[in-house]
């Protein structure tokens, strides 16, 4: 959050650098990008890519120097021209803006309010519905202690480092009533009561409004609702969901507006359901009638394969907040309390993903397979006698976010012309990728490993000027190396994504990192959450591997995963590699953001990958479902494809020293997966599936 005095300390010429910093827009736009960076590189560098809080640490001599400028200042013009052209387009007409609740959001490593894929998604699905003038708000929570680093131990274990997130620092901004005043509210069912402050991020046109109840004159315990992201405390973790949910339609209503659709990103927001029912009550319908309206007007997104992973509160710790919020609303409380039983479990508790699926007419999973398994795992669940219908709609990416800008996206302008950028779905725009010669594609993609790994280096420069032990300092990736085929495995850990399957024969795999011509190497990288002792015994495994002299410093772990080391990452290595154990991966997004830079996906058929995999842009093995050990038979799977096709297909160079063969592979990666796992293509889907029907409306010219 800039305070005025910034804004005064930056000379009028250039003033408009103060909202520019404001608005997360400029994270998608690469001229907006280059314009920070010129500002002051070195600040640029020191914060992560953080405008807000360059702002704050630049010197007013430069602010002179770069106001006095005729390059800068063409730059600044150009990109303030672009920023007010984009913000001023028509939206779309609904008759009011789809309101989507997540409890994550990852928009930018400047924002920290996300853990992983479930928050990326969201983050991009704002960018998307902003650059196509969708009327949405995102609306989540500020997660004040919720960013930690992470930092190992001379052992491998990793420790998460907790940092307080200090609101002058990020893209922040107070949400204001239309009467002009910071919204300060209390929390409804909360007694002693709870207040909760409102701040708001801007994605473009997309207001993302976040609540945070860590404010002053709240106690210490009601502070720490919002503290940590998925609080483990199970009674914390129910007024989380409820500040989210209740708090968050709540919010909207004092900030005067009324959403015409409802979109649940996963369950933990389904709370919204409630005050929902409660506004259509006011205005005059029964509880059935709100119900019906409720269920037209509200799409719900399920993420998890897996029915023990979703949030469930006993009745009775539920009844503390929603006996006092029925009451006072007139809603009938034991009603509600059954539209939230599993029928397969009634006594567990009030299941907020069967609450979600009995309120909400359109449902999806997040991928083809996903849909499947979701259908199954959920075919109990009934609304009016009526099964619960589930579709599957694949995630997609943002690609103005995951292309690398630099080179990559400068690559496709110049052989796809500005076509894809207006059109991303078109898979004809894409055919031209074909064109690119060889030797360009390589030259570009070998200099984005270089960067990755000099990258790596720089930070275990850092590191071991902070005092990290030596050994650590090695496995960090220090002695990586840009001729060799690298491959990338960077997730969250735990258990179901396999980070160890590629270990499972050490011998086999000493043999393949050491072989003398034709050696690989595995770039490993991802948290833990903090509860989840057996994904951080899987981040000591693979460190002692990373740290053991037998694998040559070819296996690199390295520390702090976040969306900016995931760009890094998924343009710089060669093979992007997943193992989950299927039907786990719901849906899984790293795979498509590599895929786009030319990296080809290596994975399990799970996911998206059975719908994006085409036999010739990328590698697959074991998607069947089975019982009881598979492991062995999986790592077999994937060492023989590493063996008998990827490595020799790298190696394979022609006269002029490209591999022609393998960057075939690479461009088909680009070509296939480019326009159908975008957020355009999600995005239209959700508008034609779900949001326009919900609104009784037909499409029109989009
Ligand atoms: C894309 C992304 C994820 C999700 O990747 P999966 O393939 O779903 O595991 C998680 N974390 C970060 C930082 C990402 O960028």
């Known amino acids: ?70 390059e800068f200042l063409a730059l600044y013009d150009q990109v303030m021209a672009e920023f007010q052209e984009y913000l001023a387009r028509p939206p779309l007409e609904l008759p009011g803006p789809v309101a989507y609740f997540c409890a994550e959001f990852g928009v930018h490593v400047s924002l920290p309010i996300y853990a992983g894929g479930l928050g990326i998604l969201a983050g991009d699905t704002l960018k998307e519905a902003s650059d196509i003038a969708l009327p949405m708000v ?100 129910l007024r989380q969901e409820w500040v989210l949910g209740v708090g968050g339609m709540r919010a909207l209503e004092m900030l005067g507006i009324r959403p015409a659709v409802l979109h649940l990103n996963e369950g933990h927001p389904a709370f919204a359901l409630l005050e929902r029912l409660r506004q259509f009550m006011g205005q005059g319908l029964s509880f059935e009638e709100a119900l019906e309206r409720a269920r037209k007007t509200t799409v719900f997104t399920t993420h998890t394969p897996l029915p023990v992973a979703t949030d469930v509160f006993p009745f009775a710790l539920l009844d503390r907040y929603l006996g006092p919020y029925c009451q006072e609303h007139g809603l009938p409380r034991e009603a509600i309390l059954e539209l939230g039983t599993n029928p397969t479990d009634p006594g567990a508790g009030f299941n907020m993903t069967v609450f979600a699926l009995r309120l909400s007419q359109h ?3 997040v991928s083809k397979r996903h849909g499947e398994v979701a259908r199954r795992i959920w075919q109990g669940i009934k609304f009016n006698d009526e099964n619960v219908k589930i579709e599957a709609i694949t995630n997609g990416i943002h690609l103005f976010t995951w292309i690398e800008p630099l080179r990559v996206q400068r690559l496709l302008d110049k052989y796809l012309g500005p076509a894809w950028r207006k059109n991303p779905e078109n ?162 997004t790293s795979g498509m953001k590599a895929s786009v830079n030319g990296v080809p996906n290596l994975s399990v058929l799970d996911g998206w990958w059975p719908e994006g995999y085409t036999g010739e842009n990328g590698w697959a093995f074991g998607g069947e479902e089975h019982h009881g050990e598979r492991n062995p038979q999986d790592a077999e799977a994937l060492y023989r494809l590493l063996e008998e096709k990827i490595v020799p297909l790298y190696y394979e160079r022609g006269p002029d020293g490209i591999p022609h063969g393998f960057v075939r592979i690479m461009k088909a990666a680009i070509r296939t997966v480019a326009p159908r796992f975008c957020t355009r293509r999600m995005l239209r889907e959700y508008l034609e599936k779900f949001y326009l029907p919900a609104l009784g409306a037909e499409k029109e010219g989009i």
């Not at 980070?499 to 833990?528: C, M, T, W």
């Open 427 to 588: 898979p004809e725009i894409w055919q031209r990728v074909e064109e690119i010669p060889d030797e360009e594609l390589w030259a570009v993609h070998q200099e984005r490993k270089e960067a990755l790994i000099a990258e790596l280096v720089a930070r275990a420069r850092k590191r071991w000027r902070e005092g990290a032990f030596a050994k650590n300092v090695l496995a960090f990736g220090s002695l990586l190396d840009p001729h060799v085929l690298t491959l990338g495995f960077a997730r969250r850990f735990t258990a179901y994504k396999r980070p160890d399957l590629i270990l499972s024969d050490p011998e086999r795999l000493k043999r393949l990192v050491n072989d003398p011509l034709r050696p690989i190497q595995i770039i490993f990288a991802g948290k833990a959450h903090p509860a989840d002792i057996e994904g951080k015994r899987l981040i000591q495994k693979v460190f002692q591997l990373a740290g053991d002299p037998a694998f040559a410093g070819r296996i690199a772990f390295v520390e702090e995963y976040d969306q900016h080391l995931a760009r890094f990452l998924v343009a710089g290595v060669d093979v992007w590699v997943n193992t989950p154990l299927p039907p786990l991966e719901a849906s899984g």
């Open 138 to 237: 995102g609306v989540g929570l500020i997660y004040s202690q919720g960013y930690t680093t992470q930092r190992l131990r001379e052992d491998g274990w990793p420790e998460d480092l907790h940092r307080t997130l200090d609101h002058r620092d990020h893209p922040l901004q107070l949400a204001k009533t239309p009467e002009g005043s910071p919204l300060v509210f209390e929390i409804p069912a909360f007694t002693p009561s709870v207040r909760a402050q409102v701040y708001v991020a801007k994605i473009g046109r997309v207001p993302l409004f976040l609540l945070t109840t860590d404010v002053e004159g709240n106690t210490p315990w009601d502070r720490a609702i919002s503290q940590q992201l998925y609080t483990t405390d199970l009674e914390q973790r």
């Open 1 to 70: 959050m800039l305070d005025e005095h910034v804004r005064e300390a930056i000379p009028e010429r250039i003033r408009g650098l103060w909202e520019l910093a404001q608005n997360l827009w400029w994270t998608w736009h690469p001229q907006a990008r280059r314009l920070f960076r010129a500002l002051d590189y070195q600040a640029w560098r020191e914060t992560t890519h953080n405008p807000v809080l360059m702002l704050q640490i630049i010197r007013p001599e430069r602010f002179q120097e770069v106001a006095h400028d005729p």
């Open 363 to 365: 449902v999806n999973a």
